[in-house]
């Protein structure tokens, strides 16, 4: 997730993103031997599984779809995190995503809390939220246009560019996995800690598939980053969601994720059959 001091929301910063690699080099079509591979993240199994995984780590639970409705402030100095993703109100995307909602069902409960979202946005404030604002999204979760802008709000910001990244990269499903799960911590942007560069630190040590490199060693490098870029926060500083997940897939080998699927998260086992 991106800092709460920085000005861009990670909606507005990943769209500047995905229109400047396909304008560029960066984001080049992988090569054929890679294109062939016809599953990727964004096959529909493929994408449950991932919705698993980041649920195991955001909520410790493997039942990602009964996040719509959760809410609170983990402290973290994000104000409230809340959702499928962990939409903040103090990044912008909470924002973003209320925003979309409320263009699809002009007054719908939640609409009355855009000014505070836009006041607070940038900082850990519940200014103009508090007190009625957690029972208001869990009652907007069970509005099925709501679940639907949650579902198409990380799509577009968060699911959508990793997989597109991580393809043009040459990687398989695990691969894009982890593009896609630092994306959902760390969101996007020029600060030192986002995806991009945590890519970049990664393609010092490593080159991807794409770039004739061997895919292994590039994941490790990319997962090494990773960790890295979550040692610089406080809130982030477990790293098990690499250690005892994504890293156990890639020294088994498992470069398309196909169950079972056995990994830890915060010393809690899961199980994927």
Not at 90 to 103: A, C, F, I, K
Not at 250 to 262: A, E, G, H, I, V
Request: aromatic share 10%.
């Amino acid at each position: 997730m991106r800092h709460p001091a920085t000005p861009a929301t990670r909606r507005t910063a990943l769209t500047l993103f995905g229109a400047a690699l396909a304008a560029t080099p960066f984001l080049q079509s992988a090569p054929a031997t890679a294109s062939v591979r016809a599953i990727g993240l964004d096959d529909p199994a493929k994408k449950e599984i991932a919705m698993q995984l980041v649920s195991s780590a955001e909520n410790s639970s493997l039942d990602w779809k009964a996040q719509y409705q959760y809410i609170e402030d983990i402290r973290d100095g994000r104000g409230y995190t809340a959702g499928i993703i962990g939409f903040c109100s103090g990044t912008g995307d909470m924002l973003d995503l209320v925003e979309l909602y409320t263009d699809r069902r002009p007054g719908n409960v939640l609409a009355k809390y855009l000014p505070a979202l836009r006041e607070v946005n940038g900082s850990d404030s519940h200014d103009g939220l508090d007190p009625g604002f957690p029972g208001d999204w869990r009652r907007a979760a069970r509005d099925a246009a709501f679940r639907r802008a949650q579902d198409d709000e990380r799509d577009r910001v968060y699911f959508g560019p990793a997989v597109r990244q991580g393809k043009a990269d040459g990687l398989r499903v695990l691969g894009q996995f982890a593009y896609y799960d630092a994306i959902v911590m760390h969101g996007d942007g020029t600060d030192p800690l986002s995806f991009r560069n945590i890519r970049r630190r990664a393609l010092r040590t490593a080159k991807p598939p794409a770039q004739g490199g061997d895919e292994v060693a590039y994941l490790d490098a990319f997962l090494d980053a990773r960790v890295w870029a979550m040692k610089q926060e406080e809130a982030h500083s477990d790293t098990s969601r690499v250690d005892t997940a994504q890293r156990v897939f890639l020294r088994r080998r498992n470069l398309d994720l196909n169950p079972p699927l056995d990994w830890k998260v915060y010393g809690d086992s899961y199980h994927i059959g």
